[in-house]
Nanobody
Framework: QVQLVESGGGLVQAGGSLRLSCAAS????????MGWYRQAPGKQRELVAR???????NYADSVKGRFTLSRDNTKNTVYLQMNNLKPEDTAAYYC????????WGQGTQVTVSS
């Protein structure tokens, strides 16, 4: 079992920044992959960024150069630094972890105003 607790969402103007945090209930070393997905109203949930156990990071094309995924193994926490936010980044953001099975956080809302 892996519990995921997210924080850091909010309302920001276009061009602004936010940092999302996702704290896992167990060591990141025991988790195969961890990352962030997002879902806007009326759209499918999509991958934003993920990091595998060996440190490889993948980003959606739409966020490359603006978002940075990082992890702190001492805190069992993954971060998503989001810079130069755009209105189209508005969505509910969900932390996701894979360890034999799939786990999701409760979601945190990010709203970017134009």
């Amino acid at each position: 079992q892996v519990q995921l607790v997210e924080s850091g969402g909010g309302l920001v103007q276009a061009g602004g920044s936010l940092r999302l945090s996702c704290a896992a209930s167990r060591s990141l070393g025991s988790i195969n992959a961890m990352g962030w997905y997002r879902q806007a109203p009326g759209k499918q949930r999509e991958l934003v960024a993920r990091i595998t156990g060996d440190g490889n990071i993948n980003y959606a094309d739409s966020v490359k150069g603006r978002f940075t995924l990082s992890r702190d193994n001492t805190k069992n926490t993954v971060y998503l630094q989001m810079n130069n936010l755009k209105p189209e980044d508005t969505a509910a953001y969900y932390c996701h972890a894979v360890n034999v099975r799939s786990y999701w956080g409760q979601g945190t809302q990010v709203t970017v105003s134009s």
